[in-house]
């Protein structure tokens, strides 16, 4: 796809016990890019998503960032190479205010300075974060409560974001918003991998999309050039 990605994902294995649940998965991320990685559920695209981010260490396979292997790095130590997760279910500190949830983001050494630019760039990105900054998180709608995940993981200073199903249980509205939001973020540089149930959502949103099934790539391609049919099957293991 691109001579030099900015993150190369070479044959990683993860399992869960003895069960196998990514399976040699392959893909790359140019830089500057919006690339989709869609599968049904357990697929595996979680998991793989934690492999990447150091939450999950891989039993084989390589995870090169900026040509550095960061394979089974700590989830620290991949914070600090730039790379964040918006893990699935909009995950935050419930008991602290949504400026503090924010701010949380920032502590890895390489994100202080700078912090205070970043949080007006995530107020002005969701003005909603800026009106409900002193509220608990746990008092915000499921919506809401992803902004501030989202916002969280740019208060790191990500190159990469990879946002794993951040539209799971979320209305349509709050989706349509939400993705406006990621165009605007990998417009201002940085690159982004969508997780995705929703075929036609995250191909249109990517420039070149991965179809995960049983742990592996089994089709790619770039998005629009991509036939749904062919999409079909390989999302549902059809041959
Ligand atoms: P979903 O869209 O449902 O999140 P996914 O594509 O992200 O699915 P994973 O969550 O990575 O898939 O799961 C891949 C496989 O690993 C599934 O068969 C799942 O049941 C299994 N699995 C996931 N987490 C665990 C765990 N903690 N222990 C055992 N098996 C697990």
């Known amino acids: 796809m691109c001579a030099e990605p900015l993150l190369r994902v070479e044959g990683v294995c993860a399992k869960y016990g003895d069960f196998l649940a990514v399976a040699g998965a392959s893909f790359e991320v140019p830089a500057q890019s919006i690339v989709s990685v869609i599968g049904a559920n357990g697929?595996?695209?979680s998991t793989l998503m934690d492999c990447i981010a150091g939450v999950h260490k891989p039993v084989s396979g390589r995870i090169l960032f900026k040509g550095e292997d960061i394979t089974g790095l700590s989830p620290n130590g991949v914070v600090a190479k730039r790379l964040a997760l918006v893990p699935q279910g909009s995950r935050c500190f419930t008991r602290m205010t949504v400026e503090h949830n924010l701010l949380m983001g920032a502590y890895p050494k390489h994100a202080r300075a700078g912090r205070g630019e970043r949080l007006e760039k995530v107020y002005e990105l969701f003005p909603m974060l800026r009106e409900k900054r002193k509220d608990l998180s746990g008092s915000l709608s499921g919506g809401q409560r992803q902004m501030v995940a989202i916002g969280r993981a740019l208060m790191s200073a990500p190159e990469l974001i990879l946002f794993d199903e951040i539209s799971l249980g979320l209305a349509p509205t709050v989706i349509?918003?939400?993705y406006q939001r990621i165009r605007a973020i990998n417009r201002e540089g940085v690159s982004v991998v969508l997780v995705e149930q929703d075929v036609a959502r995250s191909k249109k949103t990517s420039a070149y999309s991965y179809?995960?099934?049983r742990g592996e790539m089994v089709l790619s391609g770039p998005s629009?050039?991509?036939?749904d049919e062919k999409v079909k099957n390989a999302y549902f293991g059809v041959r």
Do not use: N, R
């Open 43 to 45: 697929a595996g695209k």
């Open 211 to 213: 179809i995960m099934l």
């Open 224 to 227: 629009k050039e991509l036939d």
């Open 176 to 178: 349509k918003d939400i």
